[in-house]
């Protein structure tokens, strides 16, 4: 077994969190040492808890659609490795999903990234994984970091959450789907196509 399929598994056996989980624990991590492309979410919600398919909602057909990918390409693990700050469902709150579990990241994320040499380029999808990458950057907004960011060149990109609970967001910020998203389609092709 290679380190990184022997790491996935460790990590899907994990319980750390199951007395806080309430549909218990089922980690949903996908990834092989040649992935190109890293992207750290929040955490699985109920339908991909239920498919164990990472990104299998609305949202992921969201994101597929600003990256101008198919679904083959996408759970392509050679190109795009998958891993939420959170890896289990965290459980319903007043507005939605809880929080990721915040065990979750310091302990697994630094071990699947030793074992991914291929990365060119890493996007934190939402405030979750926006704030624990770039604390340095403070107080700003997700919409200010991605305002900020360079899509050209970065290692480190920060991307608003795909959400239907975002519609509204991206309805009031047409620059980011006429402006960002453009970029951001151009950079992934070309890292894929490298």
Same mark, same amino acid.
């Given at each position: 077994?290679?380190?990184?399929?022997?790491?996935? @598994?460790?990590?899907?056996?994990?319980?750390?969190?199951?007395?806080?989980?309430?549909?218990?624990?089922?980690?949903?991590?996908? @990834?092989?040492?040649?992935?190109?492309?890293?992207?750290? !979410?929040?955490? #699985?919600?109920?339908? =991909?808890?239920?498919?164990?398919?990472?990104?299998?909602?609305?949202?992921?057909?969201?994101?597929?659609?600003?990256?101008?990918?198919?679904?083959? /390409?996408?759970?392509?693990?050679?190109?795009?490795?998958?891993?939420?700050?959170? /890896?289990?469902?965290?459980? *319903?709150?007043?507005? !939605?999903?809880? #929080?990721?579990?915040?065990?979750?990241?310091? $302990?697994?994320?630094?071990? =699947?990234?030793?074992?991914?040499?291929?990365? &060119?380029?890493?996007?934190?999808? !939402?405030?979750?994984?926006?704030?624990?990458?770039?604390?340095?950057?403070?107080?700003?907004? +997700?919409?200010?970091? =991605?305002?900020? @960011?360079?899509?050209?060149?970065?290692?480190? $990109?920060?991307?608003?959450?795909?959400?239907? &609970?975002?519609?509204?967001? $991206? *309805?009031?910020?047409?620059?980011?789907?006429?402006? +960002?998203?453009?970029?951001?389609?151009?950079? $992934?092709?070309?890292?894929?196509? @490298?």
């Amino acid at each position: 077994m290679l380190p990184v399929e022997s790491l996935l @598994a460790e990590i899907r056996s994990c319980t750390v969190c199951a007395p806080y989980l309430p549909l218990g624990p089922n980690p949903i991590i996908r @990834a092989k040492g040649a992935a190109r492309i890293l992207l750290i !979410g929040q955490a #699985p919600g109920t339908k =991909v808890h239920a498919s164990g398919i990472p990104w299998n909602d609305q949202s992921g057909i969201k994101l597929r659609d600003w990256f101008a990918v198919d679904t083959a /390409a996408f759970y392509n693990e050679e190109k795009f490795a998958i891993m939420p700050m959170g /890896a289990c469902y965290p459980g *319903k709150g007043k507005s !939605g999903d809880l #929080p990721p579990r915040p065990e979750c990241a310091p $302990l697994w994320h630094a071990k =699947v990234q030793a074992l991914l040499p291929n990365l &060119r380029l890493v996007i934190l999808i !939402g405030s979750y994984a926006v704030r624990y990458y770039l604390p340095q950057l403070g107080r700003l907004s +997700v919409r200010d970091l =991605v305002l900020q @960011a360079d899509f050209e060149r970065a290692a480190v $990109l920060p991307l608003v959450h795909p959400s239907p &609970r975002n519609k509204l967001w $991206l *309805k009031q910020n047409p620059w980011f789907e006429s402006g +960002v998203i453009p970029k951001l389609r151009a950079r $992934l092709h070309a890292i894929l196509r @490298a």
